[in-house]
């Protein structure tokens, strides 16, 4: 009888150890698993806009994207906005969520324009810029170059003489789609369909 009941608490033990082993071995291989799917930093960081504004509370999109990488939210970037959050989202399997106030407002991108009749030639906005957007040296007029200007806004407050305007950018030929009527669009749906093409009257 004692032996039988040696047997049994034996068995049980046994038991419970395996099933903490398994159960240790699964905690394991779902980390490892996690570790070897999460994106990469550079993937992440494809994701933000490059504004380089430091809005999220980072030196630049880089730096977020690390800390994004290593947990932190991903609504703290205002020049992405809702379109960034939902990619972020989207890459790293978690819900997307609101843009976080305290970091900014949503907007239309915008480019710096300096009024250069006005400029003094202080290089203080070139030093802001963290991107080289601007042209310029020492006591001669300064230039923002449109094309690189990311519309992050730093180089407005640094100006002493208060010549820099933000303005909307203009939407460039490679982001810019006609809006085709809608009689059109559909003619356009049904030819890849000839079988309904007759329905067109």
Not at 4 to 21: E, F, R, T
Not at 88 to 111: C, F, M, N, T, Y
Request: proline share 8%; hydrophobic share 40%.
């Amino acid at each position: 009888m004692n032996f039988n009941v040696v047997a049994v608490l034996l068995s049980l033990i046994s038991l419970a150890s395996l099933a903490v082993i398994l159960r240790a071995l699964h905690h394991a291989a779902h980390n490892y698993i996690r570790q070897t799917r999460m994106p990469g930093i550079a993937e992440i960081d494809a994701l933000l806009p490059q504004t380089q504004c430091g809005q999220c509370g980072h030196p630049g999109c880089r730096p977020y994207a690390e800390a994004i990488a290593h947990g932190s939210a991903i609504n703290k970037c205002p020049p992405g906005g809702a379109p960034t959050i939902a990619a972020l989202a989207q890459l790293l399997h978690i819900q997307p969520l609101p843009l976080d106030p305290l970091h900014g407002k949503e907007a239309s991108r915008k480019v710096a324009v300096i009024r250069e009749a006005e400029c003094i030639g202080c290089t203080k906005c070139i030093t802001a810029c963290p991107v080289d957007a601007i042209l310029g040296s020492a006591k001669h007029m300064h230039t923002v170059i449109a094309r690189e200007c990311t519309g992050c806004d730093l180089c407005v407050e640094p100006c002493p003489v208060d010549c820099i305007d933000m303005i909307a950018a203009k939407t460039p030929t490679q982001s810019w789609h006609w809006q085709l009527p809608e009689r059109d669009m559909e003619e356009r749906q049904l030819q890849n369909h000839p079988r309904q093409q007759e329905a067109l009257p």
